[in-house]
């Protein structure tokens, strides 16, 4: 068996150095298209992320309005509750009154 000369081991040395070069050249712009993909997904996140917070922050606002109204009607049929209890009251004391004053 013949031992490969140094010309021979130079030419398959340079074909894999070759052979490197394209690959790397190749993964080099493949890494770039990825990257750039990762890049737009990215920013096409953000936007969404952003979007759903404005949506969210609309919605809050509009049940903290809700319940705000709610709170509302709440005071006011309790008010309306104390002035019916309270008139009760000065009905039930003014009957007393009367009937005090009739049987003197």
Same mark, same amino acid.
């Given at each position: 068996m013949d031992r490969p000369t140094q /010309?021979? !081991?130079? &030419? %398959? *040395? =340079?074909?894999v150095e070759a052979s490197v070069k394209d690959l790397r050249s190749e993964m080099g712009s /493949? +890494? &770039?298209? *990825? %990257? @750039?993909? #990762?890049r737009d997904f990215r920013t096409e996140v953000h936007t969404e #992320? $952003?979007? *759903?917070r404005a /949506?969210?922050?609309? =919605? #809050? $606002?509009?049940l903290a309005a809700e319940s705000g109204a709610r709170l509302d009607a709440i005071q006011r049929t309790m008010t309306q509750g104390v +002035?019916? !209890? @309270?008139?009760a009251f000065i009905a039930g004391f003014a009957a007393l009154v009367g009937l005090i004053a009739?049987? *003197?």
């Open positions: /010309e021979h !081991l130079d &030419k %398959r *040395l =340079d074909r /493949e +890494i &770039k298209d *990825l %990257r @750039s993909e #990762i #992320i $952003k979007d *759903l /949506e969210m922050g609309q =919605d #809050i $606002k509009a +002035i019916t !209890l @309270s008139a009739t049987q *003197l």
